[in-house]
Nanobody, 124 residues
Framework: QVQLVESGGGLVQAGDSLRLSCAASGGTFSLYTMAWFRQAPGKEREFVSG????????TYADSVKGRFAISRDNAKNTVYLIMNSLKPEDTAVYYC?????????????????WGQGTQVTVSS
């Protein structure tokens, strides 16, 4: 059983940067594919980015490609999401998720473990 705890959210202005962290415990972190999702008010939870545990390959939603970067530190059991050039439309609760699948998948059903989320608010 994997427990995930996100941190690093906050209120920023458009154009600013933030780094989200997700600390994992209770499992072998290096064997989990990790992903970030987000959910804005009134909208469905959507895939943002993921990183495979086997290849380290990263995947991004088109809306964040070139602005966000995902990375992982297996020694610290932590996955990061660096968000640059933030836009008001990036405002959402950001969730960390873990899966034993090798591939990074974009559906919420593919991830068995979830954190509680961290709020990111970008003002214009």
């Amino acid at each position: 059983q994997v427990q995930l705890v996100e941190s690093g959210g906050g209120l920023v202005q458009a154009g600013d940067s933030l780094r989200l962290s997700c600390a994992a415990s209770g499992g072998t972190f290096s064997l989990y594919t990790m992903a970030w999702f987000r959910q804005a008010p009134g909208k469905e939870r959507e895939f943002v980015s993921g990183i495979s545990y086997s290849s380290g390959r990263t995947t991004y939603a088109d809306s964040v490609k070139g602005r966000f970067a995902i990375s992982r530190d297996n020694a610290k059991n932590t996955v990061y999401l660096i968000m640059n050039s933030l836009k008001p439309e990036d405002t959402a609760v950001y969730y960390c998720a873990a899966s034993r699948r090798i591939l990074v998948l974009r559906t919420t059903q593919s991830y068995a473990y979830w954190g509680q989320g961290t709020q990111v608010t970008v003002s214009s």
